[in-house]
Nanobody, 121 residues
Framework: QVQLVESGGGLVQPGGSLRLSCAAS????????MGWYRQAPGKPREWVAA???????NYADSVKGRFTISRDNVKNTVYLQMNSLKPEDTAVYYCNARVSRYPGSRSRDYWGQGTQVTVSS
């Protein structure tokens, strides 16, 4: 099995910063794309950012220029540095990883349990 464990959420004032981490563990042969999604109350889950195994990254327009995604392939960990936070960034943040568990096996998506980020004064 594969587990994704997130950390780093919390309460921050508008304009502040937070850094989320998500570590993957378990039966892992390789990890392709890793990413972050978020879900605010009453809204569908939305994609935030993604990073390939080679380090290429993409961002939703709503966070571009404020958030930075990175990864450590040795530690199987993905990070999300969030700066200039706004109240509308308040949501539960979920990490996602596309994992191949064995050589030649098809990759599938795994999800973390979510971590709450609240931006409020």
């Amino acid at each position: 099995q594969v587990q994704l464990v997130e950390s780093g959420g919390g309460l921050v004032q508008p304009g502040g910063s937070l850094r989320l981490s998500c570590a993957a563990s378990g039966s892992i042969f390789s990890i392709n794309d890793m990413g972050w999604y978020r879900q605010a109350p009453g809204k569908p889950r939305e994609w935030v950012a993604a990073i390939s195994s080679g380090g290429s990254s993409n961002y939703a327009d709503s966070v571009k220029g404020r958030f930075t995604i990175s990864r450590d392939n040795v530690k199987n960990t993905v990070y999300l540095q969030m700066n200039s936070l706004k109240p509308e960034d308040t949501a539960v943040y979920y990490c996602n990883a596309r994992v191949s568990r064995y050589p030649g096996s098809r990759s599938r998506d795994y999800w973390g349990q979510g971590t709450q980020v609240t931006v409020s004064s």
